[in-house]
């Protein structure tokens, strides 16, 4: 089973700052494999990256992926008011697909 | 809209089954490989079984194995999870979600396309 560590647990930014979220895997996968998902309190899921680069229909050029092997990151290059919620990092390398713990970016 | 819809969930005691089920619209069900994932209570996502468009092949995580099965019903565009002896630790919000081939030759899916939830409470 792949394990995904994502860090940091919680990052406490101010909007219009930047997030550097990581997601790190216990083995190598294809980039090409790897999701990021945003949730907000009450709600879904929302599907942001897949391919780990390619942004999701509707998602802001704000949002970008990139990565390769076993180190992803998700950056938000300016933050919104509503960007503050929980991600998570999940892989379908390999099965069972799994998910990172998730990283909640918080207002500072 | 394309949307999906669970429901089903409830209280159940520990042992117990349950039936949840998954409607689609707006978009062609038929076409698409399904997932359930769940959450439970201030926890992360966990993917919990997969179904290929035609119900032929079906994927669980290990710890529903033997006890979960996963179905669809492509002429009533709906999805099923039946849950057979239930569990604390399958306490959750049950997700259904579209998985979207976006390069289905290099192995690129998202899940797109997600419900509210269902919640079960396994609890005597």
């Known amino acids: 089973e792949v394990v995904l560590t994502q860090s940091p647990g919680t990052l406490s930014l101010s909007p219009g700052e930047r997030a550097t979220l990581s997601c790190r895997a216990s083995?190598?996968?294809?980039?090409?494999?790897l999701a990021w998902y945003q949730q907000k309190p009450g709600q879904a899921p929302r599907l942001l990256m897949y391919?780990?680069?390619s942004r999701a229909t509707g998602i802001p050029d704000r949002f970008s992926g990139s990565g390769s092997g076993t180190d992803f990151t998700l950056t938000i290059s300016r933050l919104e008011p509503e960007d503050f919620a929980v991600y998570y990092c999940?892989?379908?390398?390999?099965?069972?697909?799994?998910f990172g713990q998730g990283t909640k970016v918080e207002i500072k | 809209e394309v949307q999906v819809v669970e429901s089903g969930g409830g209280l159940v005691q520990p042992g117990g089954s349950l039936r949840l089920s998954c409607e689609a619209s707006g978009f062609t069900f038929s076409t698409y490989w399904m997932a359930w994932v769940r959450q439970a209570p201030g926890k992360g996502l966990e993917w919990v079984a997969n179904i290929n468009q035609d119900g032929s092949e079906k994927y669980f995580v290990d710890s529903v194995k033997g006890r979960f099965t996963i179905s669809r019903d492509n002429a009533k565009n709906s999805m099923y999870l039946h849950m057979n002896s239930l569990r604390a630790d399958d306490t959750a919000v049950y997700y259904c979600?579209?998985?979207?081939?976006?390069?289905?030759?290099?192995?690129?899916?998202?899940?797109?396309?997600w419900g509210q939830g269902t919640t079960v409470t396994v609890s005597s």
């Open positions: 979600a579209r998985i979207t081939p976006y390069a289905p030759g290099f192995g690129v899916y998202g899940m797109d396309v």
């Open positions: 083995q190598s996968i294809t980039s090409s494999h």
């Open positions: 391919g780990a680069s």
């Open positions: 999940q892989q379908y390398s390999g099965s069972p697909w799994t």
